[in-house]
């Protein structure tokens, strides 16, 4: 697995003012290249987050790190059709009200069958989660690679349950000082660990 990491600084008011490592890199391969460094610096961060739940709990976890200047960790996933792919984020403090956020690849894995490459439509009808990639159906939410159908072709993001009580324990975590010992991967029961 290729170590990849990308980062960016944010200012007291959350816009980008620096972005790095192999954030472009990662971008181009991802169908990101509207968000290559170039495009995105001096951009507030929330613009390139699609809805306002993810967004509104990225903000919360900045303004924490900002306020009581300790750092802060959460643990996602970012799939692609292809990968599963585990991401530790973690906001460090900086001087000035500034924050570094840095998006570390814990683990990749090549799924036998690739998904369906989903895209954002404001109008799906399907919610996926922007931070674990559960897809809503039925009465609960799926690990994709779990659910008994094909990924949707389109879906709009939001946070599911487990992912907005994840997002509430690291920031308590960080409020106490302590190591938030939770990973993404509960929840969706065995199959899936951090390597
Ligand atoms: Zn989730």
Redesign the pocket.
Known sequence: MKFEQSFCVVDADLRLLWVGGDWDDFALRNGGAACVANAVLSTPLTAHIHDPATADAVVAMVRLVQELQRPLKFDYRCDSPGEIRRFRMTIQPMRDGRALMVHDLRDAEQVAVPMVAWRFAAQATVNK?S????IEHGTG?HDPMRLDLPHPEEVTFT??P??RARVARSMQATRSGTEDPETINQGFGAGFSFS
């Open positions: 989660c931070m674990c990639c559960a939410w946070l599911c487990g992912c």
